[in-house]
């Protein structure tokens, strides 16, 4: 199968979904407030997917200049079309998250750090930030003991640790943690909900490439049917130890 068949595939599922991993508005709201972020500031939301996130930024800081990017086309292409009704002071654009130069006083990055590895890319994102900047991201995180289910769930991501790993890697960048909590239970719902109708609806009739994209994504939204309450991000507002 063509790598290229296997892309529209992809998208032939991801495609208008609302967005792309777990999250809900209240959790940037969380993330502003625990930043003590003032109106008029410079935002960055990298790997922005379609843009779920940018918007609720653009809402809750109607001064604030907001860049959003993402490598993927599709989803810049989604995020415009969303972010459109919010004017020049926001921007959705195709780039790489690893070469940003900002300055920006908070970085948002949902879902996507592990890109670059939480350690790796703080460090890259130290010269991003304006004085007294922070970064907010969300990180894969385990729970105490976690079961068999759990385990298959983040099989793909063997970099996966508990919030002390993650605490530690962040230690090991250089950071100071402001804030942190969970992403746990509504949030995850609200992002397999829509993908399940979609693979329903994308089902009859997939050929072979679009069978295997729904397949995975059914398979994913069943690991986390059976543990829905231990599977969750640790969402983290950190700032530079040396401003
Ligand atoms: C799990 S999705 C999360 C998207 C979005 N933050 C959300 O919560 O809906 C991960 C995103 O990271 C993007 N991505 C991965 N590596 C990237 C990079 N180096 N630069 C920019 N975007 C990247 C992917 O294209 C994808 O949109």
Redesign the pocket.
């Given at each position: 199968m063509s790598v290229c068949r296997m892309d529209e595939a992809f998208f032939a599922l991801h495609r208008d979904?609302?967005?792309?991993?777990?999250?809900q508005a209240e959790d940037v709201d969380w993330a502003l407030y625990t930043a003590s972020l003032p109106e008029e500031v410079r935002i960055a939301?990298?790997?922005?997917?379609?843009?779920?996130?940018t918007r609720t930024l653009a809402k809750a800081r109607p001064q604030a200049r907001i860049e959003a990017?993402?490598?993927?086309p599709h989803?810049v292409e989604a995020a415009r079309k969303r972010l459109a009704p919010y004017g020049a002071r926001v921007s959705v654009e195709?780039?790489?998250?690893?070469?940003v130069s900002g300055p920006y006083d908070l970085i948002?990055?949902?879902?996507?750090l592990y890109?670059?590895g939480v350690t790796e890319g703080l460090r890259l994102w130290r010269k991003a930030l304006a004085p007294g900047g922070h970064v907010a991201f969300?990180e894969p995180c385990l729970p105490p003991d976690p079961s068999p289910e759990v385990r298959a769930f983040w099989e793909e991501y063997p970099a996966v640790s508990g919030i002390g790993g993650i605490r530690a890697r962040v230690a090991a960048a250089g950071y100071r943690i402001i804030g942190e909590r969970m992403v746990i239970g509504a949030a995850w719902r609200d992002?397999y909900e829509p993908m399940a109708r979609r693979i329903a609806l994308l089902r009859p009739g997939a050929d072979a490439a679009l069978s295997a994209v729904l397949d995975a994504g059914a398979a994913e939204i069943a690991h986390w049917r059976a543990a829905p309450n231990d599977i969750a991000y640790a969402l983290l507002v950190v700032a530079p130890d040396e401003p």
């Amino acid at each position: 199968m063509s790598v290229c068949r296997m892309d529209e595939a992809f998208f032939a599922l991801h495609r208008d979904l609302p967005r792309e991993g777990p999250g809900q508005a209240e959790d940037v709201d969380w993330a502003l407030y625990t930043a003590s972020l003032p109106e008029e500031v410079r935002i960055a939301d990298l790997a922005c997917g379609p843009g779920a996130d940018t918007r609720t930024l653009a809402k809750a800081r109607p001064q604030a200049r907001i860049e959003a990017l993402d490598r993927m086309p599709h989803f810049v292409e989604a995020a415009r079309k969303r972010l459109a009704p919010y004017g020049a002071r926001v921007s959705v654009e195709v780039g790489d998250m690893a070469e940003v130069s900002g300055p920006y006083d908070l970085i948002w990055c949902a879902g996507a750090l592990y890109f670059l590895g939480v350690t790796e890319g703080l460090r890259l994102w130290r010269k991003a930030l304006a004085p007294g900047g922070h970064v907010a991201f969300s990180e894969p995180c385990l729970p105490p003991d976690p079961s068999p289910e759990v385990r298959a769930f983040w099989e793909e991501y063997p970099a996966v640790s508990g919030i002390g790993g993650i605490r530690a890697r962040v230690a090991a960048a250089g950071y100071r943690i402001i804030g942190e909590r969970m992403v746990i239970g509504a949030a995850w719902r609200d992002y397999y909900e829509p993908m399940a109708r979609r693979i329903a609806l994308l089902r009859p009739g997939a050929d072979a490439a679009l069978s295997a994209v729904l397949d995975a994504g059914a398979a994913e939204i069943a690991h986390w049917r059976a543990a829905p309450n231990d599977i969750a991000y640790a969402l983290l507002v950190v700032a530079p130890d040396e401003p």
